[in-house]
């Protein structure tokens, strides 16, 4: 088999990724002093989460101008009636005695401005009239992409990621004792024994575009889990297994789903993807793969369909994919209705749809003729 540095495809660098770019310092060993919070607290700014919700600024107008994300001060917090509690480390509704978690540090901005991320899921029912009169809404983390500055869509990923990953690791796996944030949440210690210690963690996925054996076709498909979302295909993708390298779990993931052996693998660029499969934080490692032949044998549990598509046909779908009817965008799941086209790829805030335009915009094969 040809080793990847075969391969002659000049990889252009992909696009800056939705959730990625994030420009908040995360370096800052202060972190570790025990009373980094409490002295922090007064002077940062801090970010309301509700399980995958993110407070922003409510806009009174439909200019259609970008959301802000509502990054709070410690009065505008405690006008909202959220307080520091009495242990000095987390936080309380001051009525109906709500108890939240501590803040978590996400980094420091460009103004030395530390900027923290509160969850206050537990105090939603009680919050909901108080962020209204305030101007303040909560809006889904998913249906922010195309809503937010990139920048500030990567901080909102990283609060939600972090804050869920801090309510999904409340015992230690290792003992069954409860365990508490550290280092401003950078890190989870068990109170039965500090070294069972756990980090927020994150699920790498391979994403792959595989191109056919004369490398005039790409391999699309439809996963069960977007059943419902209507005439969609993308790349196909799957979780990277323990002691499996990116390109192996390239290769099994298309044997797996399509039935095609691939080749040469190289790895293009990677995507944060904070809204994954079971509330999970996952990395999106985008692939571009060489099929060694080209019969397709779809695994019918996994996948509703599996296809080649023309280069032209990708072409056009990439140009279609902004269109409003794209079932991506959640306003329909009909098919797009000029060009003779029956699906939809997912729109630019996809590592999918990058890698797609990629391989279509280059105008022969991606991996040398040799291989
Ligand atoms: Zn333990």
């Given at each position: ?45 801090l ?36 307080v520091?509690s ?30 923290l ?25 998913r ?13 909102a ?6 804050s ?8 230690c ?23 069972h210690r ?44 323990q ?44 692939c ?40 991506y ?35 022969v ?7």
């Amino acid at each position: 088999m040809a080793s990847v540095s075969d391969a002659v495809a000049t990889a252009p660098e992909l696009v800056a990724q939705s959730f990625g770019g994030n420009t908040l310092e995360r370096t800052l060993p202060a972190r570790r002093d025990t009373d980094f919070l409490s002295k922090a607290l007064p002077a940062a700014r801090l970010l309301l989460v509700l399980g995958r919700g993110v407070c922003v600024r409510a806009q009174a107008d439909a200019s259609g101008a970008p959301k802000e994300l509502a990054s709070l001060s410690l009065e505008e917090l405690e006008q909202l009636g959220i307080v520091p509690s009495s242990n000095g480390t987390g936080m309380r509704l001051n009525t109906g005695g709500a108890s939240l978690p501590q803040p978590y540090l996400l980094g420091q901005d460009a103004a030395s401005v530390l900027r923290l991320v509160l969850d206050a899921s537990d105090a939603g029912d009680a919050l909901a009239e108080r962020l209204a009169s305030a101007g303040l809404q909560v809006a889904d983390l998913r249906a922010l992409m195309p809503q937010l500055e990139a920048t500030e869509l990567a901080v909102a990923g990283h609060a939600v990621a972090l804050s869920q990953w801090h309510v999904a690791h409340r015992f230690c796996g290792r003992c069954g004792a409860e365990q508490v944030p550290i280092e401003a949440g950078a890190k989870r210690q068990c109170t039965a024994d500090p070294r069972h210690r756990v980090y927020p963690r994150t699920d790498p996925v391979a994403i792959m575009l595989v191109e056919s054996a004369a490398g005039d076709a790409a391999l699309l498909g439809r996963p069960r889990s977007l059943r419902g979302r209507g005439a969609v295909l993308t790349c196909l993708s799957g979780f990277i297994e323990q002691g499996e390298a990116i390109e192996e779990a390239v290769r099994r993931e298309v044997a797996e789903e399509a039935g095609v052996p691939v080749g040469p693998v190289q790895i293009l660029g990677s995507q944060p993807w904070p809204i994954g499969r079971g509330g999970g934080c996952e990395l999106m490692i985008g692939c571009v793969a060489k099929a060694v032949a080209d019969e397709i044998h779809t695994d019918q549990e996994e996948m509703e369909e599996v296809r080649w598509v023309s280069r032209a046909n990708v072409l056009e779908a990439v140009a279609a994919s902004a269109h409003p009817d794209n079932p991506y965008y959640g306003n329909s799941t009909g098919a797009p209705a000029e060009g003779g086209l029956d699906f939809f790829i997912p729109p630019p805030w996809a590592i999918a749809h990058h890698l797609i335009k990629a391989w279509a915009s280059r105008p022969v094969p991606w991996f040398s003729s040799r291989l």
